[in-house]
Structures are given as C-alpha cells and as structure tokens.
C-alpha cells in the first residue's frame, strides 16, 4: 500500500512560483514511477509531469515545458514539482501518483492517489 500527501499549494500571482511536494510512505519508494497531474474546475484530471523510478527520466506536457521541473528524493521519499511562470490556466487541484511501472501519461494507469492540493493563480 502507498499513502501519498501532496503540499505546498497556494495563492500566487501570474509569473510566480510554487514548489508542491508529494511525500510517499511505501517501502520501496525507488521501485515506482512518479507524476503529477492537474485538474482545473470543471475539467478532467490532465497530464502535467513524470518522472521514473531513477530520476533519470522526465517527462512533461507541452503546457509546462521549460516552466516545470519534476524531481525525487529517494531519501526522504518525495517527490517535487518546482512551478515557475505560473499562469492564470495553470489554477486547480495537483494530484500526485505513483504507479509500479514505467511512467505513464494516463490518469488510468497509475495506482495511487494522493487527495491534492490547490493552486491558484490570479492575473
């Protein structure tokens, strides 16, 4: 079982920045890929970053590219998503997941939630 908690959420102006963190209690926190997801009101859960079980590998929605870095800490068992040029479109809920596998851009394929933290952005 993994119990996932997100923090770090909050208000911030257009162009600031925010870092979420995302601690895993699991044993073998180095055996599971990492991603975060965004949902905004009224829409579905959507891609934003992930990275694998290494940190080698990272992957990111084009919305976020060259604004968001995903990061691990296999010593504390965290993850990070460092945001920076927040936008207004940026705004809703950051849900962290973990799936025993490579990493997926599919909210359908990960395997544990965390409950989300908010994000808003005003312009």
């Known amino acids: 079982q993994v119990h996932l908690v997100e923090s770090g959420g909050g208000l911030v102006q257009t162009g600031g920045s925010l870092r979420l963190s995302c601690a895993a209690s699991v044993r073998a926190f180095s055996t599971y890929s990492m991603g975060w997801f965004h949902q905004a009101p009224g829409k579905e859960r959507e891609f934003v970053s992930a990275i694998d079980w290494s940190g080698d590998t990272t992957y990111y929605a084009d919305s976020v590219k060259g604004r968001f870095t995903i990061s691990r800490d296999s010593a504390s068992n965290t993850v990070y998503l460092q945001m920076n040029n927040l936008k207004p479109e940026d705004t809703g809920v950051y849900y962290c997941?973990?799936?025993?596998?490579?990493?997926?851009?599919?909210?359908?394929?990960?395997?544990?939630w965390g409950q989300g933290t908010q994000v808003t952005v005003s312009s």
């Open positions: 997941a973990a799936r025993y596998s490579s990493p997926s851009y599919y909210v359908r394929d990960y395997d544990y």
